[in-house]
């Protein structure tokens, strides 16, 4: 398994690129951004944040990073590698951002997958970057993946240079098309992981009075993109006890949305099985 630095980062205050030297990444115009000690740098300025502390918190980044080191999500995460990983032509370097990383689960499952692949005589090098709103999240994804780069910011403002991605990654996130298509070199990919109509339908049973009916489907390709046959993901988990559960809520917008009575139902849980159902989507930047 091969991997090289991310080197294409933008400065969010004037968009120049930024070169690290001397334990900082800094722009030609003198605009200075420390690496921190565990190795991520923060490139989110102020008038960019709604909160004194976006994103997900300390405890919401334990409560995923608990989740998905269970396994659950694994056949989604090796989902979202073999898609990345194919078509990118052996012996080449591969761009990857993962915008809305987390804990970088998805990013280090895609480090291991690449490395069965070379393994198979397919090797690629991977330079892999992860962004997040959350500082809690990137701290976390900093101390466990040393070969990514990762950065504290926003998918509205990506501190990214133009054309600079062979692949993007949205997992369960907020996509803004005109900056992925801003940040993907032509023929790159946009990668998307959306919740499908059966999707933890179980868990929504319980914690609201009635579960709302599917969206359609949107099958226009957003502006600058074409699209790729969509694969769908379905299978089924099993949770054993409170903690697991708990988590599972604790990383999905179902915390916030459900109200007190249907918390209450939920940690009231000793068990529950599970319905997984996403949609992949690729789409191609023209």
Known sequence: ???????????????????????????????????????????????????????DSKEMVAARRRF????HYRPIAEAVGRAVLAEAPAGGTLRCLDAGCGEGFYLRALRELSGMVEEQGGAVTLSLLG?????????????????????????????????????????FGFPVYPEFARVLKPGGELLMVEAGPDHLRELREIIYPSVKPPREDDEAAPEGFTRKPTETLRYTIALEGAEPIADLLAMTPHLHRASAEGRERAAALTSLTLTVDVRLTRLVRE
């Not at 998905?68 to 396994?71: D, F, K, Q, V």
């Not at 910011?153 to 054309?163: I, K, S």
Request: charged share 25%; net charge positive.
């Open 1 to 55: 398994m091969s991997t090289t630095s991310f080197e294409a980062l933008a400065c969010p205050l004037d968009g120049d690129p930024l070169e690290r030297r001397d334990g900082a990444w800094r722009c030609a115009a003198g605009h200075s951004f420390d690496i921190a000690r565990q190795g991520y740098v923060h490139l989110l300025p102020v008038q960019n944040k709604r909160s004194r502390d976006p994103g």
């Open 68 to 71: 998905l080191e269970a396994g």
């Open 131 to 171: 962004v997040d709103i959350s500082k809690w999240a990137v701290l976390a994804a900093a101390k466990r993946e040393k070969a990514a780069t990762w950065v504290v910011g926003t998918n509205a403002h990506l501190p990214v240079q133009a054309q600079s991605l062979d692949r993007v990654l949205c997992l």
